[in-house]
């Protein structure tokens, strides 16, 4: 291995630099043209288009300075995010960024994606942070970043552990955009059958108060639907360190649990909570009612470890489980729930027996039968897929710590790909 040395950012790079909002703000996005990045944008290691905007060639000239190129670092430097960071996706180009997210862009000799892991380091991290300026409101300055000290290794070396680090995101981005494609399709599915009817256009239908549906098929409640609607403690066990957790709505993800982020409690408080139905089983649903209300979670393996908070309600259908998770992640019912079914002004929830009233269209057994066969393989392949992304997630944020500390030796390569051995 090479001798690391210790640099500042502004010695590794050849811009810094943030960028700015389009006067007018809002009023100037547009359909479609040049891409304006924000801090929503942007997360660690990964790059969200959702909340993406748009601005025409006039406003774009005017933030020609900022124009980002391939392989530019993002990295936020106000807010709450402050010090998220990735790369920009090359299909994206050619963009700008707004006043709240800094390009930092490498010179020849350091490649940029060693930076971005060597930022997203949590002790890198740390240090950062802790010359952010700014009381109630955070802020990195570009003198700040510039004169960040960093470790490199040489470019070789660098490379070597790119390779071994991203191979692992692409792993991992592969693994989302499978459960994009699985998603979609179990959603056009529902939409054909539950939404269009499309199956049983030839059968004799019956007026409701939500619409026409098939003869035989009922609207109950979602009480009606369950065995049993419940939601975790109402009050919050004290931390203790442990192997045995507590679970809120800010640890729910799009297809699984943030286990990262989940809070140790006793054996004795895990237990009680357990007793008091707080655990979820296999094939539970699970709704967030509190915070983020509208997140949903299909459980395909009982979290033998794990109680939930009252953020969230349980739901243990007595019908298929699978109908019930895609009903409740269907964008319109999802719009139903939140405009006729929450409480409150300033702090808006869904109580328990809101969530009992929520109406659902009841299909024939047969029916129900048939979608399960049709969608059990794919909704399960993403809760498998979504389970391989936390192991890789913490494989990779394992090797950064051990990769950027210098505790893992770089190994020859082996049929062509690099491993390493602590």
């Known amino acids: 291995m090479s001798e690391w040395q210790i640099k500042k950012i502004k010695d590794v790079t050849v811009k810094v630099g943030s960028g700015s909002t389009p006067r007018g703000g809002q009023s100037v996005y547009i359909e479609n043209g040049y891409t304006l990045i924000r801090s929503q944008n942007v997360y660690d290691f990964k790059f969200e288009k959702d909340g993406l905007v748009f601005i025409g ?8 300075s900022v124009t980002l190129q391939k392989n530019d670092i993002l990295l936020n430097i106000t807010g709450d995010s402050v010090g998220r960071c990735c790369i920009v996706p090359s299909e ?7 006043q709240h997210v800094a390009i930092i862009r490498t010179n020849d000799d350091n490649n940029p994606k060693f930076l971005m892991y060597y930022l997203n380091d949590p002790s890198n991290k740390e240090r950062l942070l802790n010359q952010v300026h700014g009381g109630t409101r955070k802020a990195l300055t570009k003198g700040i970043i510039e004169e960040f ?10 490379n070597q552990i790119v390779s ?42 019956e007026e409701t108060k939500f619409g026409k549906i098939p003869n035989g098929w009922k609207i109950v409640s979602l009480d009606d639907y369950c065995n049993l609607i419940t939601d975790g403690a109402h009050a919050s ?19 699984s649990f943030n286990n990262s982020t989940f809070k140790s409690i006793s054996d004795e408080d895990f237990e009680k909570l357990v007793a008091g139905n ?27 470890n794990v109680v939930l908070l009252s953020s969230i309600a349980i739901l243990r259908p007595k019908f298929s489980s699978y109908y019930l998770y895609t009903y409740l992640r269907d964008p319109l019912n999802k719009e139903m729930i939140i405009n006729g079914y929450v409480s409150g002004s300033a702090l808006t929830r ?14 024939k057994d047969e029916v129900l039968e048939e979608f399960d066969n049709k969608v059990e393989n794919l909704i399960e392949q993403i809760s498998a ?3 391989e992304n936390l192991y890789l997630i913490k494989t990779r944020d394992y090797l950064i710590k051990k990769l950027m500390s210098g505790d893992i030796e770089l190994s020859n390569e082996i049929k062509g790909e690099k491993i390493v051995t602590i």
């Open 350 to 363: 869904l109580v328990l027996k809101s969530i009992k009233n929520i109406p659902i269209l009841l299909p």
């Open 237 to 255: 066990p004290r931390e203790f360190p442990n192997d045995k957790f507590i679970a809120t709505v800010k640890d729910i993800e799009e297809y």
């Open 278 to 304: 707080c655990q979820p089983i296999k094939g539970d649903i699970l709704l967030s009612k509190d915070g983020t209300i509208g997140k949903v979670l299909y459980i395909s393996e009982t979290l033998k």
């Open 385 to 387: 897929n979504q389970e």
């Open 149 to 158: 000290e960093i470790k490199v290794p040489s470019l070789e070396e660098q």
């Open 57 to 64: 060639e006039e406003h774009a000239e005017k933030l020609k």
């Open 164 to 205: 071994i680090l991203d191979s692992l995101d692409q792993k991992i981005e592969l693994n989302s955009k499978m459960n994009e494609n699985l998603e979609m399709t179990v959603r056009t599915l529902y939409k054909n059958w539950f939404v269009d009817f499309e199956p049983f256009k030839n059968e004799e239908f």
């Open 92 to 98: 994206l180009l050619p963009a700008r960024v707004n």
